[in-house]
């Protein structure tokens, strides 16, 4: 039986180091496309959902084919942790109805990955 396996691109436009970070141009798209393509190409994934606090990261997400999660707030500041906002995005997920078995955290800041890379690591897990 095949796997409910979600991407979800981690975006907080918020960064104190480098603010917006997750979205300049790279080789012609923005950083953040650079995780959705490949999970959209990769069979394995079921679905790729861009999560942020800013409707900007989201709407770049949903132009390249994300489905898109609003971050409330209080999972948007720099002491946030990401157990914190996957807990709370499955949870926003069960609550529409869609269960899962496994998230793929694709950080944008990480931009060289494949789909067959990710696909492998599927198989691996």
Not at 70 to 79: I, M, S
């Amino acid at each position: 039986m095949k796997k409910n396996i979600v991407a979800m691109i981690p975006a907080r436009s918020g960064s104190q180091g480098l603010p917006d970070k997750d979205i300049p141009v790279l080789n012609g798209i923005p950083l953040v496309a650079h995780s959705i393509l490949p999970a959209l190409d990769c069979p394995d994934i079921s679905a790729t959902y861009l999560n942020s606090d800013s409707q900007q990261y989201l709407n770049i997400g949903a132009s390249f084919g994300a489905q898109t999660y609003y971050r409330p707030d209080t999972l948007a500041c720099n002491v946030s942790t990401m157990q914190a906002v996957i807990a709370d995005f499955i949870e926003a997920l069960r609550t529409m109805g869609e269960e899962v078995d496994a998230v793929l955290v694709l950080y944008p800041t990480y931009p060289f990955r494949t789909a067959k890379q990710l696909s492998d690591i599927i198989t691996f897990y």
